[in-house]
């Protein structure tokens, strides 16, 4: 039970990380920065997030703080990258299927 209260919190706390990119952007407070890439600075805050969860992980899987981190990373983007690329030809396909339709 405790292992899956530690694995849906993770799952909350670093899943929303790259979220709060899109969701802040404009609105640091004190700042009038804007990312020009909210996609590249969520890829990089989500990057740093894993390699985080990952290395704090290592010392529980008996792995090397560093290997850990870095296999965490790059599965992570590895995933998101597909999802993100499949999503956008989802997209492209349901436009095209769109367009060719008879009214």
């Known amino acids: 039970m405790i292992k899956g209260v530690i694995t849906a919190a993770s799952f909350i706390v670093f899943g929303s990380v790259p979220l ?3 969701l802040f952007k404009g609105r640091l407070v004190g700042s009038s920065w804007s990312p020009p890439s909210p996609l590249g600075v ?9 390699f985080i969860l990952g290395a704090v992980a290592g010392p529980f899987t008996e792995q090397n703080v560093v290997k850990s981190g870095g ?3 790059c599965h992570g983007l590895l995933a ?4 993100y690329f499949l999503g956008e030809a989802m997209e492209d396909y349901g436009a095209a299927a769109a367009g ?3 009214l």
């Open 100 to 102: 060719n339709q008879e």
């Open 71 to 73: 296999l965490m990373v």
């Open 42 to 50: 969520s890829t990089l805050a989500s990057a740093v997030t894993m």
């Open 80 to 83: 998101a990258y597909a999802a």
């Open 20 to 22: 709060l990119i899109f």
